[in-house]
């Protein structure tokens, strides 16, 4: 049976994948006037925020070395990055990986209550893991928006 939750998370994943795969990696790091971040960034963020919501709270084993939330955690902006940052290839394979682990280990467990319920920085109270991984649907679709536009504006 299908895990509708998790479907979702896969075509939202492969959706943001496809779409920054052929992007050139000099355009990737190019933070557009006016804004803070770029697109590497952008995908580094989404990481790091799934890291946290599908295994940190929920109690799995995550993957946040602190190079990368020195690099991509909120408040973070390139504009400061002073050390070598990982090749979109790198991020990219995160992204992948992060998948196939959240799929793998998550799937019969969305209806399961976390430990202590988390709120969002939006004020959303997170419960089960289910609502982690609906909240990293919404989160992930802003930042695809924010990547979608970033590229649009470099494409002027």
């Known amino acids: 049976m299908r895990n509708s939750l998790l479907y979702q998370f896969n075509f939202v994943r492969e959706n ?12 990737m790091e190019v933070v557009p006037r006016g ?6 960034w952008n995908l580094g963020h989404i990481y790091l925020i799934s890291e946290k919501l599908a295994f940190q709270l929920t109690g799995e084993v995550g993957n946040s070395p602190k190079e990368l939330q020195e690099l991509f955690n909120s408040g973070t902006s390139p504009k400061e990055w002073k050390k070598e940052i990982p090749k979109k290839q790198e991020v990219l394979q995160l992204l992948r990986e992060q998948l196939v682990r959240v799929e793998s280990l998550l799937i019969d467990r969305t209806e399961d209550k976390l430990e202590k319920p988390y709120t969002t920085s ?21 930042h695809f928006s924010t990547i979608k536009n970033i590229n649009q504006i470099l494409q002027k």
């Open 16 to 27: 943001t994948l496809n779409y920054v795969r052929e992007i050139d990696d000099h355009w």
């Open 122 to 142: 939006t004020g959303l109270e997170l419960v089960t893991i289910g609502d982690c991984i609906s909240f990293c649907l919404y989160h992930e679709g802003m």
């Open 35 to 40: 804004l803070n971040n770029n697109i590497k």
